[in-house]
Each structure stands twice: as structure tokens, then as C-alpha cells.
């Protein structure tokens, strides 16, 4: 019996390839498990090779599951460019499996791409391929954007709220269903609203499944033997979405492409949006990215189709007050006003707790994370105190650590605060805190929606949620707060990040009925200059950016974390002295993470930038230390 050799790589391991032995002759990109130091696991066959002259362990088990040669071409790209192991790239994406093999029920604590075994059973799916019959009746200034979208391999639509940009993809993926295509339509997991999955569900019928890390083991499952079987022709989902095994892939639309969530916070650090785009090269599809407020990036790169005006004709009064982070007269007044109208307010707050640390008045002293070098916030839904970086969670304490005294109080508004003041001066009225720490599932969402939009409650305090593809027609009133602080955080795109979160706030107003905005600010030039005028911002902004920063120049973040804080800073050291031999990277500076510790590890950086993301990758490539982790394209600076 002949012998095959085969180069394995292992799914989410950071190590690289391995060799080992089968009787069987096996395709590329098979999934298999093997044996490594007493552990099972899955590889994926990445090559035969010769015999090697050490003693290899023989494949256990051939699975029905393979990735395609694009699949194993796009894993390729991600490790190389995202500089992490062809396994950790691997983990991302869920293969194509043989006719026949059953999908098993994906457990709730596996990763996606870990959650297929390699059990293999017959079983049959019927092909239930209900077309819509509804017609989708574009404006002709869609028509004009439809046209153009079609004409580029990746273009920008460029739309305000409200200007029917949903409209315009989904008449492309009629056209791509017609021509017999899958489209795959990302949106960030918060904009995945039980709105937007019954507006596609009711158009699309059984054409249509959504994918995202909310559904239960046993609707991935059906969402995944409808992908297989091909009937999934509009895949609707978070940057996941992006790699599964869809057939005849058409068209890829990134929606709300500005947002951070589709940049991953962990290995392999990649952007779902930049990854789309790759994907459409790969597969020779094109790709749509959209936005009211779109990154400069986009903006600069790719040829955009400007749709303004919305299908709403009611008017938007701006008020800025010069304040601090408060429910000010001003503001009660206007709520009081509109409660008495029987209308709807929406109060926005940057974050849930918004990092509000819990202070001593006597002393000073800020209650911090015992594993982590930053104050802790304060979440009065829960009566805790939570890290935001490790989310070690404490009760609240009655009197300072530090002086004893019982004079604690936290400077800055949170989310439940508000809601509890609010209820506190209008007894009467219905409040509703929505942020992810009520809004735990998508039942809670679906219902609270339906809640405001029934009328059941009148006033929303929330967050980043708030302003993601709800419709909220009969909201007359928007109030905004902590834009200063978003607009003074150390990051070169804050100015985007506030007037972007801004804008899309203020867009969720006066969609029925004329409407006020009023924004809490210091910083009432800027905003108002801009707030009806993004694109002049972002021509602004262009002169701001050039020779500095993205996307003039490409940037790359290497983050060194040790329970033992001069190891890391060894480390870091060590890099920097091997990053000095290479040439065409700039090192901007190498020194304490501005959050020196998280997770009782002590934190390190090296930031660099360069005007190609080739001399990157070369010089990261050769100066590499054991500890570094890689985060290419950075969005966090933290």
C-alpha cells in the first residue's frame, strides 16, 4: 500500500504546518483530523510533499468538508497580509462540503468555522425556491445609481438616511437572482434589526437567510443546509457572512462600510470591508460598498455615486448648546414640549456606560480594574462597576478605598443614569434605556422596537444602537450628548468618527413630522459647518490627512503583552532594533500602550507607517519577535 505524505495546516492554531501520513490519496483543502501532542484537531490538507526523514502520525479521518481553491487563495491572502498563521486564517471560513454529508447542529460555545464536524449521513433538503412577486419601483435617481453601481467592479453609494439606498440593493440582487447569483449583503451585526430581516424576508421569500452570532445552533443549522443546497440566493449577515461556502457568488454589498465592527479586535485582525473588496478580484464580482457618511478611505478610493435627499419631506431644526455632558434646561424644556405633543424623543449617548469612572469627591481617587491600568465604569442596571477592557466586574463600593470617605460620585452621564433622571422628572412617561446591556437578544430588540413604534414608550436613552437602521417615524426630537468627547479622542479619524455618529443620530428624526436635533457641544463651528455638508468635510479632511495618515499612507499597530511587564518591554525592544535595519518603514514610536495594563498583562506597542503596505509586511516579516501580535490597517489606538 502506497503511502501519501501531506502538509496539514491546523485550524485556529497560531503554529505552522505540519506533516503527516495517510493510505488514502486526499484532495487540497480537505478537512481532516489529526493527532497533535495527545489532542485531536482539525488540519486542512495544504499540500502533498515527500516523505520527510523524521517519523510522522497518520491522518485519522477524512472529512466530506473541502475548501475550494478560492477559499484556500483568500486564507493565503489573510495570513500574509494580516501576518498571522494560515490556520488562524483558516478558522474563518467554513468549507464546501460533499453532496450528501449532513450539517451538523453548530454548538453555541464553537467558533463558526469550528462548528462543522466531520461526522458524515445522508439526508435530503427539498428545494423550496419561492420568488417574490412584489416589484421593486426605483426613483429615477436611483435608477441613475443603480446604473452606475453596475458599472464599476467597486463603487460607493454615497446616501443620505433616508435616501433609498436599501431600495437600490436590493433591485441589484434581483437581477442577480434572475441570473441565477448569490449576493452577499453585510451589514455590522448592530444594523441586523428584525426591520431589515422582515423587509428582505417578505421580498425575497425563502430566497433570503440571515447570518449573524445571535441565531440559535439550530438556525445556523438551517440557514447553512439552505447555503449547501445553493437556495440562498441573498446571504444577509455580520463580517462572518463574508466566508461562507456560497455557490455562484454575484454580487458582495458592504452596507454602513464606515463602521469599526467590521474590523476584528482579535487574531487575525482583519476588515471585512477590505476583504470584500479582495473578494471581488478573487471572484470576479463586483462590490458595493454604501453609506451616509462614508470613511475618507472609501471616499478617496473608489468612484462614488452621490444620492441625496430623502424619501421624508419633513424639516430639521439643529440646536447646539454650549454645554457639558448634561440633561440641561434646554433639553428638559424640549422633551417636556414633546411629551405634551403625545410625540417621541431619542436621547444618544458615545458608549453605555461611557467610561464613566467612579471618583472620590475628597480624595480623588478612581476606582480601577484589579487587572487592568484604567478606572472602572459604572453600570447602574446592574449595580457594578465593569472593566471595559476585561470585563472583570465588581459591586459597587460604599466608601473609597483609598480615604474611607463615602463622597463617591461619577462625573460623566451614562445611559441608565439618564433613563433613571428622566423617569425621576417625568413620572408619567414611558422611558426605555436601549443599549446592549438591556438589549441582550434580538427578542428584547424586536420588542422594544415594536414598543416605540407602537407608541408603548416615549423616550429612547441609548447608544451606538440607536442610530443603526431603525425607523423611528414618529420620533420629533433627537438630543445628542458627549460629541466632545468622541470629537477629542487620540485617534487621527475622531473628527469622522463624531460628525459620522452625528449625522446618522440626527437621521433618525423628523422622518414624519418636522424635527429638532439639539447637540451638546463646545465645538458648534465645526459641527455646523458640516453637518449638512459630509462631503466638504471629507475634502477637508483629505488636506488633513495627506503625508500623515491613511489612506495616504498605510499603518500598522504591533501590540506586545506579558503577565511580566519586562518581558513584553524587552520584546518590544528587541523588534525595534530589528525594524531600524529595514528600510521604507517609518517608526512612528515605541513605548507604553496608552492603557498600560489589560487583563493583568502589561501592554507594549510599536507603531509604524509607510507609504506601501508591501515594506510593511516585508520589514514586520523579518523583525518579527515571538510576542508580537500584528495588527495591520489599526483602527484602535487604545
Known sequence: ???????????????????????????????????????????????TCKQPDFKTHEILEVSAFCFSDKQLILAKFIASYYICSLGDALALILPHKSAGTEVPVPDANETEAAALGTQTSV?????????????????????????????????????DTGSGKTEVYMKYFEQMIQEEK????????????PQMSKRLKEHFGEDFVMWHSKLTPLAKKKA???????????????RSALFLPVKNLGLIVVDEEHDESYKSSSRPRYNARDLAIYMGKLYAVPVVLGSATPSLNSYVKFPHFRLKGGHFSADKKFIYEK?????????????????????????????????????????????????????????????????????????????????????????????????????????ETKIEQFDRDVITTANKLKKALKRFNDKESDILVGTQMLSKGHDYHGVTLAVVLG????????DYRAREKALASLI???????????????????????????????????????????????????????????????????????????????????????????????????????????????????????????????????????
Open 1 to 47: 500500500m502506497r503511502i501519501n505524505y501531506y502538509n496539514i495546516a491546523l485550524i485556529g492554531s497560531p503554529l505552522g504546518e505540519f506533516t503527516y501520513h495517510s493510505e488514502q490519496e486526499i484532495e487540497i483543502g480537505t478537512r481532516v483530523t489529526v493527532h497533535v501532542r495527545n489532542r485531536v484537531v482539525n488540519g486542512v490538507v495544504i499540500a
Open 123 to 159: 439526508w435530503a433538503v427539498r428545494h423550496k425556491n419561492i420568488k417574490s412577486t412584489s416589484k421593486i419601483i426605483l426613483s429615477s435617481k436611483q435608477e441613475k445609481a443603480l446604473t452606475f453601481l453596475k458599472q464599476h467592479k467597486v463603487s460607493l453609494l454615497f446616501g
Open 182 to 193: 448569490t449576493s452577499i449583503f453585510l451589514m455590522p451585526e448592530i444594523s441586523l434589526t
Open 224 to 238: 447553512l443546509e439552505k447555503i449547501y443546497a445553493g437556495e440562498a440566493k441573498i446571504i444577509a449577515g455580520a
Open 323 to 427: 454645554s457639558a455632558e448634561t440633561l440641561s434646561p434646554l433639553i428638559l424644556k424640549n422633551l417636556q414640549e414633546v411629551i405634551e405633543k403625545k410625540e417621541q424623543s431619542i436621547v444618544f449617548l458615545p458608549t453605555r456606560a461611557n467610561f464613566k469612572y467612579l471618583q472620590c469627591q475628597d480624595c480623588g481617587h478612581t476606582i480601577k480594574c484589579a487587572f487592568c491600568s484604567v478606572g472602572m465604569s459604572v453600570h447602574q442596571h446592574s449595580r457594578a462597576l465593569k472593566c471595559h477592557y476585561c470585563n472583570f466586574t465588581q459591586a459597587i463600593p460604599q466608601v473609597c478605598p483609598e480615604c474611607h470617605s463615602q463622597n463617591l460620585s461619577s462625573s460623566r452621564l451614562g445611559t441608565a443614569e439618564a433613563a433613571k433622571i428622566l423617569s425621576g422628572i417625568f413620572p
Open 483 to 490: 460629541m466632545d468627547n468622541m470629537l477629542n479622542m487620540g
Open 504 to 638: 446618522q443620530v440626527a437621521g433618525r428624526s423628523g422622518r414624519a413630522k418636522d424635527a429638532k436635533v439639539i447637540v451638546q457641544t463646545f465645538n458648534e463651528d465645526f459641527f455646523k459647518a458640516y453637518i449638512e455638508k459630509y462631503e466638504d468635510f471629507l475634502e477637508e479632511e483629505k488636506v488633513f490627512r495627506k503625508e500623515l495618515y491613511p489612506p495616504y499612507k498605510k499603518l500598522c499597530r504591533i501590540l506586545f503583552a506579558h503577565k511580566n511587564g519586562a518581558k513584553a518591554q524587552e520584546q518590544m525592544r528587541k523588534m525595534h532594533e530589528n525594524l531600524l535595519t529595514c528600510k521604507g518603514v517609518e517608526i512612528v514610536g515605541a513605548k507604553k500602550c496608552a492603557i498600560e495594563k489589560v487583563a493583568n498583562k502589561y501592554r507594549f506597542e510599536i507603531l509604524l507607517r509607510a507609504d506601501k503596505s508591501t515594506d510593511i509586511i516585508k520589514a514586520v516579516k523579518k523583525a518579527k519577535v515571538a510576542l508580537a501580535e500584528i495588527d495591520m490597517d489599526p483602527i484602535e489606538f487604545g
